[in-house]
């Protein structure tokens, strides 16, 4: 007994009972849907680092790891389910598992962006000394503050700015960070001021 492709109800004739395409046809609408699926996914994850641009995180890093992570292997579960569905294996669950996942990034990207846009708390002003300034360009350019840090039981924060920030500031100014605490409790980075 297997299962069709396309609506992924039981058949044991090369025609589906229930939407009525032959194991071919079945094959290549589910290899349709997975990319148009898989475009979905990518475009959500384009989304979600225009959000955590738009309202940076403190942790943004984290963050973004963790996205990153959650993000290649939701691509590799979409590649999986394609390559099984090319063996003609069971692929019912995990194509479930990978639907499921693709709105994650879009979640997210409302998320953050809730989470900055809605932040109706007072701006916290944290006085800072930068230790030093990394910068990545490429078309998703990073550019972090490397200062002290005021929290407890942290050494070292790394702060996200846009690069009128990041160039009017040097290693050892003392800074003010504005932190906002966030909506949904993700504290965000509204900007940073020379002392
Ligand atoms: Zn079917």
């Known amino acids: 007994m297997t299962r069709c492709l396309n609506c992924g109800s039981e ?6 009972e229930a939407c009525g395409l032959n194991s071919t046809a079945a094959e290549l609408s589910l290899r349709q849907k997975l990319l148009n699926r898989t475009a979905i996914l ?5 989304a979600l680092v225009a959000a955590s641009e738009r309202y940076p995180a ?6 973004l790891i963790f996205t ?7 691509l590799g579960l979409g590649i999986l389910v394609e390559r099984r569905a090319l063996r003609h294996q069971e692929v019912e669950a995990l194509k479930r598992i990978y639907y499921g996942l693709i709105p994650l990034p879009w979640l ?3 998320l953050l962006l809730g989470n900055g846009a809605l932040d109706r ?10 230790i030093s ?3 990545m360009s490429g078309p998703v350019p990073n550019r972090r503050l490397i200062v002290t840090s005021w929290r407890g039981g942290r050494r070292l924060e790394r702060i996200p700015v846009d690069r009128g920030d990041f160039d009017r500031v040097s290693r050892g100014d003392m800074v003010d ?6 909506l949904v409790g993700i504290p965000w980075v509204a900007g940073v001021s020379l002392q």
């Open 121 to 130: 708390y007072p701006v916290c002003v944290e006085p800072a000394r930068v």
């Open 133 to 135: 300034k990394f910068s």
């Open 108 to 110: 997210l990207s409302v």
């Open 11 to 16: 058949r044991d004739a090369d025609i589906c």
């Open 42 to 46: 990518l475009v959500g994850g384009l």
């Open 58 to 63: 403190l942790e943004l890093d984290g963050i």
């Open 68 to 74: 990153g992570i959650l993000f290649f292997l939701t």
């Open 177 to 182: 960070v504005q932190v906002r605490e966030g």
